[in-house]
């Protein structure tokens, strides 16, 4: 790993899993322990989740770059937010210092550090490793697999309106509702409607010490950020 050499940095987007510290691959954890600087997404206020996941492995005497955003989508992607961090990144890479940004899930699934790539790609050198994202692990948690044979998964953002989202699942065989948060209560009103509510599993921060899996009739509303609805048309995707 580059560290104030003559040659540029290379910026690596690095997927660190769903939230279980091990469910790093080994070239993230090789590239996690050896970079100069990190840099991960980070709530305006308390502590990153990607970089918690990361701390069993972490060295030390790193330096870091906390990236400080609000969670209301309403306000991304926005240049006060990545526009900063990447002006940082970019310094650290003309110096020859690799950083290592800490992608929650896998970084180009629904992933903030698209935002960061967009903003750096044409002038520095990035590699994306990819992780463990939050599907795989909701599934292996739920003992339920996705799809099987000619199955057609569909991931499904929930903020997306009524109308769009229950079209889609009329017609899918397997889909992962993503993005539930404050929508479950949208989510449940149409699985009922498509009669597939008694076909889906809820589940919550899945891999985490606090992962709990709830009947759908009984998740929560408003939903954890970390949360999402698994449905199969046969009930079980073996079948």
């Known amino acids: 790993m580059n560290d104030k050499s003559n040659a540029p940095g290379t910026l690596y987007g ?3 899993g769903p939230g279980d510290p091990e469910l790093l691959t080994l070239k993230a954890l090789r590239i996690i322990r050896a970079a100069p600087v990190l840099a991960y997404p980070s709530p305006s206020e308390g502590e990153s989740l990607a970089r918690a996941i990361a701390a069993p ?3 030390g005497g ?25 002006r940082e990144i970019a310094g650290h890479l003309r110096a020859g210092r690799d950083v290592a940004a800490l992608c929650e899930g896998d970084p180009f699934f629904y992933g903030s550090f698209m935002y960061l790539f967009e903003r750096l ?3 520095h050198k990035i590699e994306v490793v990819p992780g463990v994202s939050s599907p795989m692990a909701c599934a292996a948690a739920l003992a339920a697999p996705l799809a099987a044979r000619n199955d057609v998964l569909s991931i499904l953002p929930a903020p997306l309106d009524e ?7 009329e017609v899918c065989d397997a889909a992962a509702i993503v993005k539930v948060g404050r929508h479950i209560a949208k ?5 009922q409607s498509l009669g597939l509510e008694n076909r889906a599993r809820y589940i919550e921060r899945a891999s985490h010490a606090a992962e709990r899996i709830l009947p759908l009739s009984e998740a929560p509303d408003p939903a954890p950020y970390f949360s999402m609805v698994l449905v199969h ?6 079948k």
Not at 62 to 82: G, H, N, S, T, W
Not at 163 to 169: M, T, V, Y
Not at 233 to 238: L, Q
């Open 14 to 16: 690095l997927g660190v």
């Open 121 to 123: 790609t044409d002038d």
């Open 57 to 59: 492995h972490l060295p």
């Open 233 to 238: 048309r046969r009930g079980e995707a073996w």
């Open 187 to 191: 989510v449940r009103r149409i699985l």
């Open 62 to 86: 790193q330096i870091e770059i906390a990236i400080r955003m609000p969670l209301d989508a309403k306000q991304f992607p926005a240049e006060d937010v990545y526009g900063p961090a990447a």
């Open 163 to 169: 109308g769009s989202l229950a079209a889609r699942l």
